[in-house]
Nanobody, 119 residues
Framework: QVQLVESGGGLVQAGGSLRLSCSAS????????VKWYRQAPGKEREFVAG????????AYADSVKGRLTISRDNAKNTVSLRMNSLKLEDTAIYYC????????????WGQGTQVTVSS
């Protein structure tokens, strides 16, 4: 199994910055990639950003390109999401998601961390 713990959420004014962290433990050596999703009130959960565990390949939702940066620290088994120029519409619960290598067909979610952007 893989355990994921998010941290770093909070209340920030529009235009401000936050840094979210996802700390992974357990079978981290079997992780294929890690993604951040978010879910705003009344909306479906949506993809935000992703990174491969080994090679560092990244992907972003169009709505966050240029403002959010995903990175990983394999030594610490941590994936971070640097969030700049935050907008009101970035308010959501942010979830960390890890997918194991295809042969295992398993994935895991963290408990989520709240990000609230105020005007």
């Amino acid at each position: 199994q893989v355990q994921l713990v998010e941290s770093g959420g909070g209340l920030v004014q529009a235009g401000g910055s936050l840094r979210l962290s996802c700390s992974a433990s357990g079978r981290t050596f079997d992780i294929n990639d890690v993604k951040w999703y978010r879910q705003a009130p009344g909306k479906e959960r949506e993809f935000v950003a992703g990174i491969s565990w080994s090679g560092g390949t990244t992907a972003y939702a169009d709505s966050v390109k240029g403002r959010l940066t995903i990175s990983r620290d394999n030594a610490k088994n941590t994936v971070s999401l640097r969030m700049n120029s935050l907008k009101l519409e970035d308010t959501a619960i942010y979830y960390c998601y890890a997918r194991l290598r295809a042969v295992f067909a398993q994935d895991y979610w963290g408990q989520g961390t709240q990000v609230t952007v105020s005007s």
